[in-house]
């Protein structure tokens, strides 16, 4: 069952990532075209301000399914059952201080735009605060049922009903923004598909799961332990935001509108790009919690488990993002002036300056949560506060000098001091990873970008500009090259199993 839940789990992620890459693709454009650069600079500027009260949930997350998995274990239901009604007591608690903060910046908008919007962008503008702070305050409390189901290792029903989201919110937002109807109507629609999302989550936990939940009778000391616990994932949640959400909001204070959506083109790409990778690594965690607590007490076997998986999962990523990060690179400049329209170059430099630092971790990330099982995850947390003060640091004074490119630059720069060096060094030493193995993995995995990598810069050096089909054309034409040579130099056997096995599956199904 739950093989089957993994596999499946696998795919539908997969499924997902490109069902919401796909119609990223084609609504982002739409988006842009029909609310203008300016309101959709604002509309990204918001978000990312309400975003950055996410760090409100303080790493609890992550702490429900280390908890769960040594209950399960034990086979303690009444432990369970207090851990459900310890969490949700708590995300409750944090709903409203997410609402409180939230109204207050509604009220206090100066603080984020200074004073660069007109009284009909403030309006807009306040009234998308209030929406994302009621959509933010639900999704605290309503997040304990999605670890529960995680934790259950439904894999099946989480993915399938995230697809459902990706694909439901731009159909019902579409037609809106065509009759006229801007950025309010867009957040409107997010909100009502993520109430819906919460609700089934709700009843199949209840209905389904049957799980129960208590508000007494919690564990002596549990509550310390899990501060303890979730105190650096906080941490690390904070950092996450500086990196990733403080540039928009910077540029909206010092630049104006305008520029933040130009960076948003250049993140979205990243996003897309950060999605594939978390596809696969994130149906892992429950698992890697269990490798933990199943071989904890023999430290050799539990390092061999977390390297072969480490470098397994790796391998797959890089094959992936390989493909994705390239693309970008010999194909991403006419791509943007295709997708996005004029005014948006400075979006292509600010796509690499993120994508391509972000690749180490992102073909590494498997071993954060390796980090969380263990309870080695403080290094991390503190290693990327250094990172985020460099990052602020750095965007805050070039975003004013050089835009969107110099918001990215900073990012970028404390992205490779982080995540390639130093990250690096600490799984080796004091996670049981055998990081010499994986980028000699790595290394030879890379041999088979070299025609690929010649091919994209032919085909980019002189493919014809203007036309959208030739774009196409050339796209096609490298995919096709690079999946002939990385299958013939870069794939072992048990990747080639992945994709053969189900293809002959496939083929027997339709003689």
Known sequence: MRGNQLKAGAFLSYLQTAVSVLVGLIYTPVMIRLLGQSEYGLYNTVASTISIL??????????????YSGYKKEENRDAINSLNGLFLLIFCIIGLVALACGLFLTEHLELVFKSGLTSEEYGIARTLMLLLTFNLAISF??????????????????KLLGVLKTVLGPMLTLPLLLMGYRSVALVSVTVLVSLI?????????????????????????????????????????????????????????????EAVAIYAVGFTLYNYYMTISLAVSGVFTP????????????????????????????????????????????????FIHFWAGVGFEDAYPVAL?????????????????????????????????????????????LCQMYGPVGSAFGTAVSLIIANGIIMNIYYHRHCGIDIPSFWNNILRMSMGFLIPFGFGFIVNR?????????????????TLVYCVSVWMISMNDYEKTLISKPLRRILRRNR
């Not at 071993?367 to 503190?382: L, P, T, Y």
């Open 353 to 397: 300056l993120l994508v391509l630092p972000a690749s180490v971790a992102l073909v590494q990330n498997v071993g954060i949560e390796v980090q969380r099982a263990q309870n080695k995850h403080q290094f991390r947390s503190i290693v990327y506060t250094f990172m985020a003060l460099i990052n602020l640091v750095l965007s805050w004074f």
């Open 462 to 478: 002189f493919l014809p500009g203007g036309s959208i089909i030739w774009l196409g054309i050339g796209i096609v034409a490298y």
């Open 141 to 158: 409390p309503m997040s304990v049922f999605q670890n529960i189901i995680s934790a259950h290792e439904r894999f099946v029903f989480l």
């Open 197 to 257: 999302a919460d609700i089934c989550y709700l009843v199949y936990v209840k209905k389904i799961l049957k799980e129960k939940f208590c508000f007494r009778h919690f564990e002596k000391g549990l509550l310390q332990h899990l501060f303890t616990y979730t105190v650096f994932i906080a941490l690390n949640t904070i950092i996450d935001q500086i990196n990733w959400n403080v540039d928009k909001v910077l540029l909206g204070r010092f630049k104006g509108t």
């Open 54 to 67: 996410s760090v409100l949930s303080l790493g609890f997350n992550s702490g429900y399914i280390r908890y």
């Open 287 to 334: 698992r890697i919690h269990k490798m933990y607590n199943d071989f904890k007490d023999d430290p050799e076997k539990m390092n061999a488990g977390f390297t072969d998986l480490f470098i397994r999962v790796g391998r797959i990523q890089f094959l992936i993002l390989g493909l994705v990060a390239s693309g970008i690179v010999f194909f991403g400049r006419t």
